[in-house]
């Protein structure tokens, strides 16, 4: 009794919630917290995941240690409670597992599968959505649950799964350096810091390269090689753990408040990461605080210490897939609806359904009839089924008569509890004029373990097909006349949760209408990644059409095959491998005189040796009431890796007219939330009318720009950051790869429908230009005061059309102009390139260089505001601060005085070495000149006189020696080899002294006059001649360059 309780209670509860959610979010989750405690959540392990039952029990510890750990984390306000874990078919069933009810593959909150390229086994989280919105999927690969290294890599496995929940479930980002995303900023004293959330984690700059110290650019920034190195022995901080998770003292989310003065979590609001770029500068706590788990007090701490209670698991196996495709033949599907309805059923039975898959039919009108039972799907069933499809269409319509039966095939009654599980594909095409209603079942509906996806047919379809899917996690399409939406629909809704190996990708769908005699011919390229069981299939119908189709190969072969006329269809199957290159297909109209009107659609299997190109698409909202925002999200991946630069164009059709659809971008703007993560979106806001609004996908690679981006994931710019202490060697897979060309290809994807009701017409501006993320400043000028500002232009209406203009504010405190205080704007004089009132189209780059009114040795923080032509203005940018100090004037001073030190040390030396070559080349070189002059005995005589004179009075000695012996003429012998002057003099050539002793006087120097080696054996009058007529190398002088010349026999100096 109590069980029944406690199920009935959780139903009732989901009731509420999902009727609740109706008109707002679009989520496959079922994820629920009740009184603090976390139910419904999936853990699906991929059919890729080779079979190991240590593989579970090891998930069920982890998740245990997890649990307790998002309880602490959380402050005591939740924890995990109950896990539901879905093995695939593949595997063998055991006796404690219990059969798949509601839990599917594609709707797992946590996703265990194998890592995809070269990304490793790094944990992570796929989100495509904006701040405080719940993501995709958690991706775990069974290494990382597994090998207790990578624990040591990433971070224990609770701390690491704990950073990637509050991704998906409460929407917040990482507070670390991405790697397209500064390392450190500017703060606002004007300072650098590296990028962190909490400031109290301390560490060291490093130069990644070196190991060495860092440099300093212009900017005040460190250099692009530098990075932070935490402190792990540091006890200063507890937070935060979307900061770096693995850090040792991490514990915590960070909030804009400390606690209790401890400032070990205090959030900091100025550091440019994710986090605060996304969500305005917001705290994780604060944006949990607004999230619905926790909104108004709700789920107040428990104030327990420890978990209260370990969660419960429950192993549920996949089934195979059964499906009742239940189908309108009232009287208003008579002619071309119920035409193009049998051809997409049987094109659905026939090429899409996989072998072990069960199908059953059912129609109906005023009442519902049961056509088929259940039936098991294979070669010889498929052609039995198409025979079971109907004819004819007549009477009303009752929707709910023909769910009723469909749930009779499934063993379903909604009367009693059952655990039996199936889908439905429901199409209609007329209001709901026979009772029962969808309204008179969807409280029960919404309690089975269901999933309905349906298709609208023409604008008059009951409103209520977008309730049956709203309520069972299903998928809603809408179909009119000219397009192949059907077909789009059928292959859409029947692909989920089917292992992509096992699905068709789609390159071609298309309407096509030819005159009276006309003849088409298109190209479709086929590419390596899909070359197995390719077929071409064409529409027309069966009474009137007269058509001629041919399949022509790369090779110019052409194969063809004969029309199926009971169902006005003609396949042509390509086996394996198929050829990879462009195809081409030729219809002629043979009827000259009547138009015909053939759809096709091309599809093709992957290939046996490598992941697929897919392409998908989806709407953020099934339902939407003007001004909420509805994004569409594209995904382009090769297995979990992106493909970036695509070419992506959608195509919007309400009640058989286009609008104008949604610009997408991968480019981080915008609706947009991580750069080059192969997920393309865009704001659509271009309603005309209440209604189904449905959407088409073509994607094309762009010549060599498309590229394959290896090392990253679908959906996530960057995952838990790995721990760079750990050695690199032993991260298998981490390491970052090369961008790969995808090469030529082609996908279609349909991303079914969304209903606009209210103000959804175009005469009214309801929506603000789309808050810039991208804001970038740098100093252009110290001397001029010049900032210059960039960022991609916003909208009129979110990313849609032009903004009026733009107001851009700063401050030199970074809080006050967060809390708007004091701020400053610049005004349109202040502006030196661009205009504020003239904005670009969105999407393109803005430029401004802006005057600030003073630099220093401070900070300027920026913001700018986008305002459109009604008044309506976008929430304030991303914060950018920027230093105004004079970096590039220092760093240049200290480069000159370097450079200048250099270039005159070169020149001395080259000065140096040219002065010694030239000596020693002149010393060499010089020749001998004849003796020109003799002087006569008198004045040999007189010269040795005076010669002895000055000698005697800078040597005492020699007096005394000349009072001794009066008569003696000799001098001391000088050092041989030289000639010595003291002041002015005549030369003393006394004849019989030693032509090594000779010497001279010059005034006021001690000159020595080394002889030069040509004239070292050559006799004294030789030498004494030689000098006189100043034929001695200058660069056998010592001291300063004289010269020597006779003048009555006198030396002068010069």
């Known amino acids: 009794m109590l069980a029944t309780d406690a199920t009935c209670l959780v139903k009732g509860v989901f009731l509420i919630v999902a009727t609740t959610l109706l008109f707002h979010d679009a989520t496959s989750s079922r994820i629920l917290l009740v009184k603090n405690k976390y139910i419904n959540v999936v853990v699906g392990i991929n059919d890729r995941v080779k079979e190991d039952p240590n593989l579970i029990e090891k998930l069920k510890q982890r ?122 900023y500017i703060d606002s004293n004007g300072k650098a810091e590296a990028v962190r959330c909490v400031l109290d984690v301390t560490g060291t700059l490093r130069n990644i390269r070196t190991g060495g110290d860092c440099t300093y650019g212009t900017d005040g920034l460190p250099d692009g090689d530098c990075r932070f190195v935490d402190d792990r022995s540091s006890t200063n901080y507890d937070g935060s753990l979307m900061y770096k998770q693995y850090l040792p003292k991490v514990q915590r989310f960070c909030d804009q408040h400390s606690s209790g003065g401890w400032t070990a979590n205090l959030h900091n609001r100025q550091a440019p990461n994710k986090q605060n770029q996304q969500c305005g500068g917001k705290s994780v706590w604060e944006v949990m605080r607004d999230h619905f788990d926790f909104q108004n007090g709700f789920n107040p701490s428990l104030d327990t210490v420890g978990l209260p209670e370990v969660p419960t698991f429950k192993v549920v196996h996949q089934q195979a897939k059964r499906t009742v495709i239940v189908l309108d033949v009232s009287a208003s599907m008579k002619g071309e609806p119920l035409t193009q309805l049998r051809q997409a059923a049987s094109n659905l039975i026939t090429s899409t359904a996989e072998d072990g898959e069960q199908i059953g039919i059912v129609t109906f009108s005023r009442e519902a009839t049961i056509r088929s039972q259940l039936v098991t799907i294979n070669e010889r069933t498929r052609s039995t089924l198409v025979t079971k499809l109907p004819t004819d269409a007549s009477g009303g319509t009752s929707v709910g008569a023909g769910i009723l039966r469909a749930f009779d095939v499934l063993g379903i009654k909604l009367n009693q509890d059952s655990k039996d599980t199936g889908n439905l594909l429901v199409i209609s095409d007329g209001a709901e004029n026979i009772r029962p209603l969808i309204e008179d079942l969807q409280d029960r509906i919404a309690t089975k373990n269901i999933h309905i996806n349906t298709v609208a047919i023409g604008p008059t379809a009951s409103p209520n097909l977008e309730v049956l899917a709203n309520l069972t996690n299903g998928m809603t399409f809408y179909h009119t006349t000219g397009t192949n939406t059907l077909n789009e629909a059928f292959g859409t809704s029947f692909n989920k949760n089917k292992a992509v190996q096992n699905r068709p990708i789609y390159l071609f769908s298309d309407v096509m209408t030819l005159l009276g005699g006309e003849t088409l011919i298109r190209t ?118 992106p493909v970036i630069n695509a070419e992506v164009i959608a195509e919007v059709e309400i009640a058989g007219n286009m609008t104008d659809a949604p610009i997408l971008s991968d480019d981080g703007t915008g609706a947009d939330v991580n750069r080059n993560d192969g997920i393309y979106s865009g704001y659509f806001t271009n309603f005309i009318a209440e209604g189904r609004y449905n959407v088409k996908v073509r994607v094309t690679n762009k010549k060599s720009v498309t590229l394959i981006a290896h090392g990253k994931s679908l959906g996530s710019s960057k995952s838990a950051l790995p721990d760079p202490l750990y050695d690199q060697q032993n991260a298998e897979g981490t390491k970052q790869q090369q961008e790969e060309e995808t090469g030529p290809f082609q996908r279609v994807a349909n991303g079914g429908s969304f209903t606009c009701t209210g103000a959804c017409t175009a005469d009214r501006d309801q929506y603000p230009p789309s808050r810039i993320t991208d804001l970038r400043a740098r100093l252009v000028s110290f001397n001029k005061k010049e900032v210059e500002l960039r960022f991609k232009a916003p909208g009129d209406d979110l990313m849609y059309g032009k903004a009026k203009e733009y107001n851009i504010y700063y401050s030199t405190n970074f809080d006050n102009l967060y809390n708007s205080i004091g701020v400053m704007a610049i005004t349109p004089d202040l502006v030196k390139e661009g205009s504020l009132s003239t904005p670009l189209e969105a999407g393109q780059e803005e430029k401004f260089n802006v005057i600030v009114p003073q630099v220093g040795d401070f900070a300027y923080t920026f913001t700018v505001v986008a305002v459109d032509d009604v008044g309506n203005k976008s929430p304030r940018s991303n914060f950018i601060t920027i230093s105004a100090n004079d970096h590039s004037g220092k760093v240049k001073t200290w480069v000159v005085c370097v450079i200048l030190f250099a270039i005159a040390a070169i020149i001395l030396l080259a000065l140096m070495v040219f002065v010694l070559l030239y000596r020693r080349k002149i010393r060499n070189s010089q020749p001998e000149k004849p003796i020109q002059k003799n002087l006569s005995a008198s004045e040999m005589e007189k010269a040795n006189s005076l010669r002895i004179n000055s000698m005697t009075r800078l040597d005492p000695t020699l007096e005394s020696t000349k009072k001794e012996s009066p008569k003696k003429k000799r001098a001391p012998k000088p050092p041989t080899g030289h000639m010595s002057c003291f002041e002015p003099c005549q030369l003393n050539l006394k004849k019989g002294i030693r032509k090594t002793d000779q010497r001279a006087s010059v005034p006021a120097r001690h000159l020595h006059i080394e002889r030069a080696p040509k004239y070292e054996n050559a006799d004294f009058k030789t030498y004494e001649n030689a000098i006189l007529d100043n034929n001695v190398p200058r660069g056998h002088v010592r001291s300063t360059a004289f010269l020597i010349e006779k003048t009555n026999t006198v030396i002068h100096k010069i």
């Open 63 to 184: 998740l245990t240690e997890a649990s307790a750990f998002l309880y602490a984390a959380t402050d005591q306000r939740t924890y995990l409670k109950e896990i539901h874990i879905l093995v695939p078919g593949s595997w063998r069933r055991r006796a404690h597992y219990s059969n798949a009810e509601w839990e599917q593959y594609d709707n797992s909150d946590v996703i265990v599968d194998l890592p995809s390229d070269h990304f490793g086994n790094r944990p992570y989280t796929s989100k495509a959505t904006q701040c405080g919105e719940q993501g995709n999927y958690i991706h775990l690969t069974p290494d990382f649950i597994m090998d207790p290294k990578l624990q040591t890599h990433y971070g224990e496995f609770d701390k690491a799964f704990v950073h990637e929940w509050a991704h998906f479930r409460w929407g917040v980002f990482d507070e670390y350096a991405e790697d397209d995303m500064p390392a450190f």
């Open 524 to 641: 479709v390229q086929i590419d390596r990644t899909i070359n197995r069981k390719a077929e071409f299939i064409f529409g027309f119908d069966p009474y009137f059409a007269s058509l001629s189709i041919v399949v022509i190969k790369p090779d110019r072969t052409e194969v063809t095959n004969t029309a199926d006329n009971v169902f006005g269809v003609l396949r042509v199957k390509v086996q394996s491998p198929v050829q990879v290159g462009n195809w081409r297909f030729r219809i002629r109209n043979d009827d000259a005189q009547n138009p015909a009107k053939v759809t096709v659609t091309i599809q093709s299997f992957s290939s046996a040796e490598e992941d697929p190109i897919v392409a998908t698409a989806s709407w953020s909202r099934m339902a939407v009431v003007p001004p909420e925002r509805q994004v569409l999200y594209v995904y382009v991946s090769k297995g979990y890796t």
